[in-house]
């Protein structure tokens, strides 16, 4: 060391300055140099897949998905580009995003192979674990990749997800439908401007408060702020927005944080307000039960009761679990009412219909029950369809067990992501006759129901979506808003 420093101070400073620079270069040498052998090796790894081309060695097909947005052509570019490199190379491929690779499946057999139980949840569910660092989704059951830990967590969760219980609820629901429509009405008048996403979001996130917590989580965040916070006028849906994004810009850019790290920070603090707003609310219920308090019967009571000490996840599990809900419910129950709003209105036939059944099943009823619901089966038809046509669950990854396995006669080594993509599929003509037409008729009983391993908007096999209850809101939102 002191040998070092006598050298050091003995030399002038271009010396210094200059061997700093030589080794700079060769730290940057060394890391260009791995960082190619680690991509050479998985594109070798790959090299027996088809594979569309790229225009970049070093980040793959990353490249041309990060100029999606920049694609004005139907409402989910990136389906449009899986088609398009579907006809180039086939069913099944392989793209490369940076030293990641994905298999993109868009056939029907090797879907149903890929649902199977031995195939687990892919690391890709790392973004929603924790988002720059902070705990997001953890461990929920979006996340967590073992089938024999998620198989205890969702049964305990399935009993308060049932239709008998979900029944009791429909006073939540129409609570929620009349506070949406509450705002929404005044606004009706032909003239004003109604950013009607953020209202569709701000009413999402209130039916999933109202029926898991009771609580109006958008309104509480608002007004109890002891601090004024970014964002606070839009409310919880503010935060579930800025979490979407930072999940984002996290899987497409991975040097995001080092890039931009102050607003890497910000969407740490999203993440830790997102969960310190349901641990309060788990907390303090768990608390009043424990002092024999009448407690709301919603979702959480639900659960809470049904545990027993065994079964019983802790706090940061359950916030896992209900930040999931939250999450995966918001963006895709306003998206799909948007999206149906919008192809209504586009298709004056379809909504003529649909004003129809709605006015000969509800008439001036502002109650509705769930007999209602059941006879609304146009109603159920345009969801469907609206859900197929832009790709709205965009489909599911799994990966490959140990041993690998054999997919339209491409071996698939284990511990590969594998995408089976729904949303792309729901456009290509070999599944749907004339795939960019909106035909809610396709969904008439009548007619043959679209293959499970094609259309799956709730996902597919044993890691389905549990909250397919959303559906029994959007017909009950979207009747209501119609009349």
């Known amino acids: 060391r002191d040998y070092i420093l006598a050298a050091i101070m003995s030399a002038n400073v271009n010396q210094v300055a200059l061997y700093l620079l030589l080794a700079l270069l060769l730290l940057a040498a060394l890391g260009i140099s791995f960082y190619a052998l680690l991509v050479a090796y998985v594109r070798w790894k790959y090299a027996h897949l088809p594979s569309p081309k790229t225009t970049s060695f070093f980040i793959g097909h990353a490249y041309e998905l990060q100029q999606l947005k920049r694609r004005g052509n139907g409402e989910n570019p990136r389906d449009e580009l899986y088609i398009e490199w579907a006809f180039e190379v086939g069913n099944v491929y392989v793209i490369f995003i940076y030293w990641r690779s994905v298999v993109v499946v868009l056939n029907t057999a090797d879907v149903e192979t890929v649902s199977l139980s031995s195939f687990h949840k892919s690391t890709a569910t790392n973004f929603f674990a924790h988002l ?45 439908v009349d506070l949406f429509l509450s705002k929404l009405v005044p606004l009706a008048d032909g003239k004003t401007k109604v950013p009607l996403k953020r209202y569709m979001c701000d009413s999402a996130v209130d039916v999933i408060s109202e029926v898991m917590f009771s609580s109006d989580f958008n309104t509480e965040w608002r007004d109890k702020a002891s601090t004024p916070r970014p964002g606070s006028e839009q409310g919880l849906n503010y935060l579930m927005g800025e979490a979407f994004r930072g999940i984002e810009m996290s899987r497409i850019y991975p040097f995001f944080k080092f890039l931009h790290p102050f607003e890497a920070q910000h969407f740490r603090e999203v993440a830790r307000t997102l969960r310190t707003i349901a641990s309060n609310c788990i907390q303090a219920r768990i608390k009043a039960l424990k002092k024999n308090e009448s407690v709301p019967l919603d979702i959480l009571s639900h659960i809470l009761r049904a545990a027993t000490s065994h079964e019983m996840p802790d706090i940061e599990s359950m916030v896992d679990d209900f930040i999931t809900f939250y999450l995966g419910g918001v963006e895709t129950t306003a998206n799909t009412l948007l999206f149906t709003v919008i192809q209504v209105h586009q298709h004056p036939d379809v909504l003529e219909r649909l004003l129809s059944e709605v006015e000969e099943v509800l008439g001036k009823k502002d109650a509705i ?56 599929m729901c456009k290509m003509s070999q599944y749907f006759e004339e795939p960019y037409t909106f035909n809610p008729s396709r969904f008439d009983p009548a007619n043959k129901r679209p293959s499970p391993n094609v259309y799956f908007p709730f996902g597919i096999g044993h890691r389905s979506c549990i909250a397919k209850w959303r559906q029994s809101w959007f017909y009950r939102g979207l009747s209501r808003t119609l009349r």
């Open 132 to 176: 720059f660092g902070a705990r997001l989704l953890g461990n929920g059951l979006f996340t967590i990749r073992s089938y024999e830990v998620w198989k205890p967590r969702r049964k305990l969760y399935e009993s308060a997800f049932n239709v008998s219980h979900l029944k009791g609820l429909i006073p939540n629901f129409s609570k929620s």
């Open 369 to 424: 029950t769930a007999e209602d619901l059941d006879k609304l089966k146009y109603t159920e038809q345009v969801i469907e369809e609206t859900m197929r046509m832009p790709g709205i669950i965009g489909g599911v990854m799994r990966e490959c067990p140990v041993g690998g396995v054999t997919l339209s006669g491409h071996h698939i080594p284990g511990g590969t992501i594998i995408h089976s993509c729904t949303g792309a």
